[in-house]
């Protein structure tokens, strides 16, 4: 019998109930594909993080390395890595090891029944990962070009505080207890200025700096 887990990386700002589901549905799937289900491992992490700084993750490539599992039921890509290049090489590492990576919202399969690479699936899983890395890239280049355009129209006297406006680090950092907090629980800069408001990277990245000296992070 297929030996079976499910990896489920959670999000601290993610929805619970949606998480549950998603699990839940990868639970009716291995009982209908007739699988023996080992383990359900739920991670509650950034995907940024490296492979040695997930603990669950390591704890299932430890179990994957006693032959004890066949196959890894995820509901999307986004939750084998933190990036492009981890996600493949993460992938890549699994198929080494002859398990099979089965991707829910796509209904892929990483492996064939004899344990060989699904030629088609993979070329489709590479596919997707440069389409999501090219619509980042995109994004990033839209906001420097608006940027840019902005800089040109106002000059740089429109940008930053105005004159005379320079705050004591500790009063900053005051203003800012938010973003330690987030930062202390290794959220990214991009996470963490979408659960403050938007705040500017710059203004995380400089409570980052400050927050370091003053040693409260």
């Known amino acids: 019998m297929t030996k079976a887990v ?6 601290s700002e993610g929805n619970r109930q949606d998480t549950e589901r998603q699990t839940n549905e990868l639970i009716e799937y291995a009982n209908k594909m ?31 390395e006693k032959g004890n599992i066949d196959k ?13 290049i981890q996600s493949l090489q993460n992938i890549q590492l699994l198929t080494d090891k002859k398990v099979s990576i089965y991707i829910k919202n796509f ?13 088609l699936s993979m070329f489709m899983v590479q596919i997707l990962f440069s389409v999501a890395n090219m619509e980042a890239q995109l994004t ?33 950092m005051n203003k800012h ?25 710059n203004t995380i990245m400089k409570v980052k700096r400050v927050g370091t000296k003053l040693k409260v992070i």
């Open 6 to 11: 499910i990896y489920s990386r959670v999000s």
């Open 34 to 64: 007739g699988y023996e289900l080992v383990e359900v491992y739920e991670e509650k992490i950034s995907g940024y993080k490296k492979n040695e700084d997930r603990p669950v993750f390591s704890k299932m490539l430890l179990e994957i």
């Open 72 to 84: 890894v039921l995820v509901w999307e890509l986004s939750r084998i890595g933190r990036s492009v």
């Open 107 to 119: 209904n892929l399969e990483t492996l064939n029944e004899d344990k060989t690479p699904n030629a």
């Open 140 to 172: 990033r280049s839209r906001m420097e070009s608006g940027y840019k355009a902005f800089i040109k129209k106002n000059g740089t006297k429109a940008v930053g505080r105005k004159k005379g406006s320079i705050e004591l680090e500790e009063e900053f």
């Open 177 to 201: 207890t938010d973003v330690v907090k987030y930062l202390k629980k290794g959220f990214s800069y991009r996470q963490i200025s979408v659960l403050t408001n938007n705040k500017s990277v």
